[in-house]
């Protein structure tokens, strides 16, 4: 069955630190493959997508991700992180088969930022 | 413009009792979903509608759940006979251009509390 892992159910670091969320997809073609992220109070917001073509992609808010066939991962990732990311973060896989879709999502990593 | 809006955004009811929520997509998607988030769980895609039309209610967690969508925009999820476990937070997302991986937007959520 199709399923999307995120193996970090909390994750805390320092403001200004590197940061990087894993992911990991189980799917048998090539997926859509998105990260969104849901800030305390607020609703979910795309922070990028990837659908082909370049394997590193770029979002909103510094953050990119990079698709990993071989690995089948879409880690997400941000050089410097600030106080005001702290959210949790969703992976999702957009599956379409035969006229039907779906849209697998993660179960979240929880960030912490500390001052 | 105008966000995706959801109604009521709490609602509290009693084991056993019919509960109707209401989505109100971004005007002009002709995509819109519904998920359940329940606590420490990742988003659980239920449903989707292509303009009026839901091609796979596969998603749906028993038979109790019903959607439907009028007018190819507002849309409203059923619950007869609720339970303890439907309470969760029922979300429901819009996107443009149809169902094919694009963009979702978000609305705010109802949290649902069955006593």
């Known amino acids: 069955a199709q399923s999307v892992t995120q193996p970090d159910i909390h994750i805390t670091v320092s403001e200004g630190a590197s940061l990087e969320l894993r992911c990991n997809y189980s799917?048998?073609?090539?997926?859509?493959l998105f990260w969104y992220v849901q800030s305390p109070g607020q609703g979910l917001q795309l922070l990028l997508k990837?659908?082909?073509?370049?394997?590193l992609v770029q979002g909103i808010k510094g953050f990119e991700a990079e698709f990993k066939r071989s690995q089948s991962s879409f880690n997400l990732r941000k050089p410097s992180v600030h106080w005001s990311d702290a959210a949790e973060y969703f992976c999702?896989?957009?599956?379409?088969?035969?006229?039907?879709?779906?849209?697998?999502f993660g179960t979240g990593t929880r960030l912490k930022v500390l001052a | 413009g105008a966000g995706v809006s959801q109604s009521p955004s709490n609602k509290v009811t009693e084991k056993g009792k019919d509960v109707e929520l209401r989505c109100d997509p971004i005007?002009?998607?002709?995509?819109l979903y519904w998920y359940r988030q329940s606590l420490g769980q990742g988003l659980e895609f239920l449903i989707y509608?292509?303009?009026?039309?839901?091609?796979?209610k596969s998603g749906l967690p028993s038979d109790r759940f019903s959607a439907e969508r009028t007018g190819g925009s507002v849309s409203t999820l059923t619950i007869q006979r609720t339970q303890q476990e439907d309470s969760a937070v029922y979300l429901c997302?819009?996107?443009?251009?149809?169902?094919?991986?694009?963009?979702?937007?978000f609305g705010p959520g109802t949290r649902l509390t069955v006593t």
């Open positions: 997302a819009s996107s443009a251009g149809g169902v094919w991986g694009g963009e979702q937007y």
């Open positions: 799917y048998g073609a090539t997926p859509y």
């Open positions: 990837y659908f082909s073509g370049d394997t």
């Open positions: 999702a896989v957009f599956k379409g088969t035969s006229g039907t879709y779906k849209y697998i």
């Open positions: 005007s002009g998607h002709t995509a």
């Open positions: 509608f292509q303009g009026n039309s839901a091609p796979d």
